[in-house]
């Protein structure tokens, strides 16, 4: 299994391939000063595209379960505290989704969806088929705690075209955003965004975390900055928020660009993580949630990061 070069903060420079991942990189983290409390340590993949329709371009969708089971075979005998879908399982076959899911789940760890536009890229009983699936608690947006952190999961098909299971009012505020966003990278017509009602219940599980000093990680799969076609909607009303709590709110981690992406705004960190579907080598990460950063752990093409909060 290919390791990507741990570069952010000029930390080290040199390349190194590792094969046993997770104990050599624990190794060189605590040659860092990284040692101390154990972290809250996840299993992340974005934009898997598990399909069975044919190749468009560099797209392989058949390949993608292979990918996907040699990356959960590598850090099968590993420990960790949630796996991470960040959406798109499925490119738009809603039956391709359960392998792909039973993988994920074989490693062992509470698996937390996020739903992607691809994973309703399907009829409106389709569209209740994988709400079944990937839904938490029968919600699209919910939050956990882990360690000292919580999670906060959102549904960026809140506003969208493609979602045929929201109500009225969503539908209403969907079509509100797309005259708004007209002309903008932003302004495409599988993207989406953060409905208002949403956006009420962040403020509510922000002010949470601000009581209880916990710091927060958002997770989504469209991404909102560096802006892009990706970017949601709404995605500055959503920065501004997260940036107005950013005594807890730490990071915005997302999929959905599919050749990934990184900013700092607002004292928050951006990171869109790169698609399983587009490389040849399995792409995924390891992230590791400290009290004071968070250790990215980029395996095949992903960049390993540390962002320090
Ligand atoms: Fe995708």
Same mark, same amino acid.
């Given at each position: 299994m290919k390791k990507r070069t741990f570069k952010k903060g000029g930390l080290l420079r040199r390349d190194f391939i590792c094969a046993g991942a997770s104990l050599l990189f624990s190794g060189f983290l605590r040659s860092f000063g990284f040692s101390g409390s154990s972290p809250v340590r996840v299993f992340s993949v974005a934009d898997i595209h598990c399909d069975v329709c044919e190749n468009e371009g560099s797209k392989n969708y058949r390949a993608s379960l292979g990918k996907l089971k040699k990356a959960v075979s590598a850090h099968r005998s590993q420990k960790f505290d949630f796996v991470l879908n960040l959406g798109d399982i499925v490119d738009r076959n809603v039956s391709c989704a359960d392998t792909a899911l039973s993988e994920l789940s074989s490693l062992g760890a509470p698996l937390k969806n996020v739903l992607g536009n691809h994973d309703f890229r399907c009829s409106p009983s389709g569209q209740r088929a994988m709400a079944k699936k990937l839904f938490c608690g029968g919600n699209s947006y919910y939050s956990f705690d882990c360690g000292i952190w919580r999670f906060i999961v959102l549904d960026s098909m809140g506003l969208s075209r493609i979602s045929k299971i929201k109500?009225?009012?969503? #539908? #209403?505020?969907?079509?509100?955003?797309?005259?708004? &966003?007209? +002309?903008?990278?932003?302004? &495409?017509?599988? +993207? +989406? +965004?953060?409905?208002?009602?949403?956006? #009420?219940?962040?403020?509510?599980?922000?002010?949470?975390?601000?009581?209880?000093?916990?710091? #927060?990680? &958002?997770?989504?799969?469209m991404t909102a900055y560096p802006l892009s076609h990706a970017s949601m909607f709404n995605y500055e009303e959503v920065g501004e928020m997260l940036s107005k709590y950013r005594n807890c709110a730490k990071a915005f981690i997302c999929g959905h660009k599919h050749d990934g992406g990184y900013e700092m705004r607002g004292g928050l960190h951006y990171l869109a993580l790169k698609s399983l579907l587009e490389y040849e080598e399995p792409t995924y990460s390891v992230l590791n949630f400290y009290k004071d950063k968070i250790v990215v752990e980029g395996f095949g093409e992903e960049t390993p990061r540390v962002l320090m909060i």
């Open positions: 109500d009225a009012d969503c #539908a #209403a505020q969907t079509e509100m955003w797309i005259s708004r &966003v007209e +002309g903008k990278p932003n302004s &495409v017509p599988w +993207g +989406g +965004g953060i409905d208002s009602r949403q956006l #009420a219940w962040l403020e509510s599980e922000l002010k949470k975390s601000s009581a209880e000093s916990r710091p #927060a990680a &958002v997770l989504c799969h």
